[in-house]
Structures are given as structure tokens and as C-alpha cells.
């Protein structure tokens, strides 16, 4: 991998992991088209750099994050679910990994989102605004957050859906999800890098600086720019982007693991 790499991956990585369209898979596209070995290294390289947008929505949220400890109890509690079953089945999950599915779960996900948004009337959507969300609530998209376990669910796609099945209003759902990812991609990324920390050493630092900052920048840009197109048009444009590269990935006989 050389500063070019970083800079494609980070960039990738930046707009993909809030989006509902499976970071992961847009990630090993990426570096099957720059030619890279998906080795211990790349592995470590795109976990770090999966922290960077943590920051990023942190950053956009963080009045509502320092407004009190209710938010965070139910940020908490959502990820309870996730915890626990990534906990106790890591093994079986990882080896989901070697089933080639990622590509069909990509774009039944876009098939849902078109659905929903087809259904969705906002009268039938109470939860207006993010300090409504209920406990109960909360726990029942930490659920669907489980099904993120599954290779090529997106965790934002699955959780947004989910939000607006149990009444979320479009963009509450959108927002309880980035900030459920901070415990979950943090709890994550954390186990990961005690598994392959051992990979990593000085070389490597300038490509997982580089990749980190762009991560970052782009994670920032890509979050606003998400929230001021969804107000707009809806989930819709996401729904065809995800059966559309879906469908790319199928033509060019792309094996995602």
C-alpha cells in the first residue's frame, strides 16, 4: 500500500460509513480495484480508519451529546443487543465471512428502503425528534442492529429501517443511528485492533495518519451533505444506488467476503 491507497481507501471509507450502502463491501471493492492484498495489515488499516467518522458524527452531534445522560443511556442500551450476540457468536459470524451473499444482501437492502419509502407517511411517524426516542424504542433497534452481524448488512441501513418501522421520523432514525454507531463501531474496532495490533508498526504510520484524516474530512462533508439529502428527497436515492452497484458488483464478478 502506498499514500495513494490510503487516500482512495479513506476516502471510500469517509463517505460509505454512514451511508446505508455497506462500508465494508465499498471498502474491498476499492481495494481489489487498486490491487491490494487483503492481508493482515489492510485488515488493521481499514479497521483504524473505520474510527475516524466516529469523531466526525460526534462532532456534528455534540450538543446533543452533552445535553444530558438520557441519550447516552439509550445509546447504551441499543447496543446491548449487538454486544452480546458479537460476543457470543464472533466465531460463527467470522465465518459468515467465507459466504459469497454480500452483493444479494446489498441489494434486498435497497429493495427494503424503496419499500418503506413508498409506504412511509410522516403522521404515522410520532417521534419527531431525537430526546422522544424510548427506551423501549431504543432496545428494539439495537435489534435490528444484530442483523448488521450479517456480512454486506449495513449497519445504518438496517438500523435506519428499523427506527422507521417502530414510528422514527426519517431523520430521527438517521440520527439515532450515526450515534449508535460510537459504542458499536468503537466496542468493535477495539476488539479487532487487539486481535491485529500486532501487524502494525512505525512504516506504517504516515498511510494510517493519511487514511485516518481523509477518513475523517470526508466522514464530516458526507454526513452533512446526507442529512441535507435526505430532508429533501428521501431514502429513495439510496435505495437505487444500493441495487444499482449491487447489480455492478454481480456484472463484474466481484467475490465479496
Known sequence: MNIFDAIILGIVEGITEYLPVSSTAHLYFAGQLLGLEQDQFLTAFEIIIQIAPIFSVMIIYRERLMQGYDLWIKLIIAFIPTGIVGLIFHKQIEALFEAN???????????????IEYLYKAKDHHIKDLENVT????FLVGLFQVLSLVPGVSRSGVTILGGMLIGLRREVAMGFSFLLAIPTMSAASGYTLLKSYTFLNLEHISLLAIGF????V????????????????????FGVYLIASGLLFALFGVELV
Do not use: H, N, W
Open 101 to 115: 451473499s454480500t452483493i444479494v444482501l446489498m441489494i434486498l437492502t435497497g429493495v427494503a428502503f424503496l419499500a
Open 218 to 237: 470526508v466522514g464530516y462533508i458526507a454526513v452533512k451533505s446526507f442529512l441535507v439529502i435526505v430532508s429533501k428527497y428521501s431514502f429513495k436515492p
Open 135 to 138: 427506551i423501549k424504542q431504543a
Open 213 to 216: 484524516a481523509v477518513s475523517f
